[in-house]
């Protein structure tokens, strides 16, 4: 797995076991929760360690990224999602893509939205 720069983090607390979350985290982000192969459009499975670590990576012509899920118990049936971002920008087109994306703000309500939407389905099953 290539070690991306560094872009943000964000966590969130759900109300339910590391097993649970686990499988709501593959309910909100795959098309079919039996296939990590079916992540969003964008997006290629790099590395999972059910229930711990869900690794995430993708590219286009103005980036190349990666998204890592990790569930951790943050107290007994309680458990911490975090979803951390990193990539690389490549050139003037990249650059202008990373103010757009990252630098208006759009990607931090995006990926807290995901983990709200994770919690939310968590939470309910």
């Known amino acids: 797995m290539e ?3 560094y872009i943000d983090q964000h966590s969130r607390i759900i109300k339910t076991d590391r097993a649970r ?14 296939d990590l192969s079916t992540l969003p459009s964008g997006f290629v499975l790099d590395e999972a360690d059910p229930p711990k ?8 012509p103005f980036s190349r990224y990666s ?4 569930l951790e118990e943050a107290y ?3 458990t911490r999602l975090t979803a951390e971002s990193r990539g690389v920008f490549p ?4 650059r202008i893509y990373r103010a757009l994306v990252i630098g208006s703000g759009g990607h931090r309500l995006v990926v807290r939205e995901m983990l709200r939407r994770i919690a939310v389905t968590a939470e309910r099953s």
């Open 3 to 5: 070690r991306l720069p």
């Open 53 to 60: 670590r869900l690794a995430t990576k993708g590219q286009h």
């Open 76 to 78: 007994p049936g309680h």
């Open 91 to 94: 050139g003037i087109h990249g």
């Open 21 to 34: 979350a686990w499988a709501a985290l593959l309910r909100t982000t795959c098309e079919n929760p039996e």
């Open 67 to 70: 998204l890592v899920f990790t």
